[in-house]
């Protein structure tokens, strides 16, 4: 896949994030996709498990969750995209209760490709800058993280 696919495909993947459309963000991946949050530990695999990665991680945990997407590089059928993630805890993240704070906090995204699609998504971002500015128990949040990876 070319570097102006590759972008485009992306660009379609962030738009539907920001719609908060999980049909058409799943579209933007092969079938057995992946989404892993390295902060966390968790790697859901397989279209059911993204879906609900991104309405249980991300959307209903943080409704206004913006990336803004400040670099990126290409490689060889991958990009990394990095920047600055910025939300507020509004509901309950993993079962942890929602703190009410706001965070900014840097990530970079790993979206390697495969089949003219994106492969999945490996994410990267500072857990307990992003806990400590939203309020949340960090504890509670490895502790949920640590028992969902035990499932």
Known sequence: MDVTNMRRLFEAHREAEAARDIDSI?????DDCFLETQALGLRSQGRDAV???????????????????????????VIVVWGTLRGTSRGDWLGVPPGG????VPFANVVPFEQGLMAGETIYFDLATLCEQARIPLDAV??????????
Not at 55 to 70: C, G, H, K, M
Not at 101 to 104: N, Q
Request: proline share 4%; no cysteine; hydrophobic share 40%.
């Open 101 to 104: 704070g706001s965070f900014e």
């Open 26 to 30: 799943l579209q933007t991946f092969v």
């Open 51 to 77: 879906r609900a990665a991104y309405e249980q991680q991300y959307f209903i945990a943080f409704p206004d969750l913006t990336p803004q997407d400040e670099g990126i590089a290409f490689g060889d059928q």
């Open 142 to 151: 490895r502790q949920a993280a640590a028992e969902r990876r035990a499932r």
